[in-house]
């Protein structure tokens, strides 16, 4: 199918509050400053500073508003899991019917859908969240999906995706998840069956089956994430300890000794903040998810919890580590917190229009302007937004982000 253009509606403006207060408390002796499109920041009693006079001050916080309108974009099926390339440009989808994957290619606030690869996946994918990743160039395109090969990856060149030959050695049951690592030459595959946790290497278009971890996974890989800087592999699973990390030092991967703390439950998704400090997880067992802080490889639990989550789908970073998100199947369906990188969390308000279904997975923008949410019950994407005081909401469901 050709490319087809997608619309552009703007929604009402939205005033995004700049909160000036100490990181241990963010509402400490508080002065709110809304966002203006130049270089200084307006002070609600119309004083102004520059951007520069924030240096050495406590460090600022955002209040995400989301109280624009809910713009969606239909799609072929239930969107189950999505993927922003990290220059931002392309966007990708796994859907629960044929096609069962679609991508789309964005220019500022508009997203245009378009043809699909050459070869299309066999099937589904089963879980949410980490089911899709794009290597960090952009260059190649995974989708782990419920029948053989059970792991399909694409080349990019243009706006074209064609699929390669699968590697020799697949996994043997469902493919539930998958990761590049930062540097694409990588492949985490997450599986239903031993060994469960499967690392290809990359060598031009050719990926090639590692081998398996000393101690590997013992159950389901429900998901599976790299740090940023490419040193650590996660990998969260439906049976204790729930989450295994490897250190990774060329080809070779070694398990970490378990937190002192484990989870209290299957974990369906984990994220890696951007910034290095933080692993989220999140748990299919009802209100309940998990944040560590780690350094070196050694993971601690915070002490700030994910509470009031029904059962998670979906866990993602804004890319400044600024907010942290968690889509979910109880309303309000979209959970956020403020982060201030040590662990401490603080709630921010659900959104004013919420996506009406389960939502299965969310992803923010690599620029943090879109948040994307794919919900279980509908066959659309929304998105949430920010930019420049101005709220442009979008495909499955897509929040933008005002500063």
């Known amino acids: 199918m050709g490319a087809r ?34 270089s200084k920041w307006v002070k609600a009693n119309g004083q102004t500073m520059a951007k520069s006079a924030l240096a050495g001050q406590p460090w600022p916080t955002f209040e995400w508003n989301y109280s624009g309108p809910l713009t969606t974009i239909s799609t072929a099926g239930k969107v189950m899991g999505c993927a922003y390339s990290a220059d931002g440009n392309y966007m990708a989808v796994a859907l629960d019917t044929t096609p069962f994957i679609a991508v789309y290619k964005r220019s500022a606030d508009g997203y245009t859908l378009l043809a699909n690869p050459d070869v299309l996946p066999p099937s589904a994918a089963v879980m949410g969240g980490s089911c899709i990743a794009f290597s960090g160039d952009g260059t190649y395109l995974a ?10 990856i694409y080349k990019r060149s243009g706006d074209a ?3 390669l030959a699968d590697p020799a050695t697949l996994p043997g049951i469902t493919g539930y998840s998958c990761a590049f690592s930062p540097d ?17 290497g990359r060598t031009g278009d050719v990926f090639t089956k590692l081998a398996n971890p000393p101690s590997a ?12 800087d490419g040193n650590y ?8 300890p729930y989450v295994q990390v490897f250190s990774r ?128 019950g509908l066959s659309s994407m929304s998105f949430y937004g920010s930019s420049q005081n101005v709220t442009l909401p979008y495909t499955p469901y897509l929040y933008l982000r005002t500063r």
């Not at 989708?143 to 399909?152: E, L």
């Open 184 to 200: 694409g030459t990588h492949l985490a595959v997450g599986t239903a069956s031993s060994p469960y946790l499967q690392v290809y």
């Open 249 to 376: 030092t060329g080809d070779t991967y070694t398990k970490l000794a378990n937190p002192a703390i484990l989870p209290g439950s299957a974990a369906v998704a984990c994220a890696f903040s951007p910034d290095g400090k933080l692993l989220a997880l999140t748990s299919s067992g009802g209100s309940f998810g998990a944040l560590y802080t780690y350094a070196g490889g050694t993971l601690v639990k915070a002490g700030s919890s994910l509470s009031g989550l029904g059962t998670s789908k979906d866990v993602a970073f804004s890319p400044d580590s600024a907010y942290l998100a968690v889509v979910c199947d109880a309303s309000p369906y979209i959970f956020l917190w403020r982060s201030l990188g040590d662990g401490t969390l603080s709630a921010l308000p659900p959104p004013a229009q919420l996506v009406g279904s389960a939502a299965y997975c969310g992803e923010f923008s690599p620029d943090g302007e879109h948040f994307m949410v794919g919900s279980l």
């Open 143 to 152: 989708i782990a999906s419920s029948a053989a090969p059970r792991i399909t």
């Open 5 to 38: 253009e997608l619309g552009n509606p703007l929604g009402n403006p939205l005033g995004l509050a700049r909160k000036q207060g100490g990181a241990s408390d963010p509402t400490a002796n508080a002065g709110f400053f809304l966002a203006a499109p130049s």
């Open 161 to 163: 995706f064609t699929k």
């Open 233 to 240: 592999l996660a990998a969260t699973t439906n049976t204790t």
């Open 217 to 228: 996974v013992a159950a389901v890989a429900y998901s599976v994430a790299y740090s940023p």
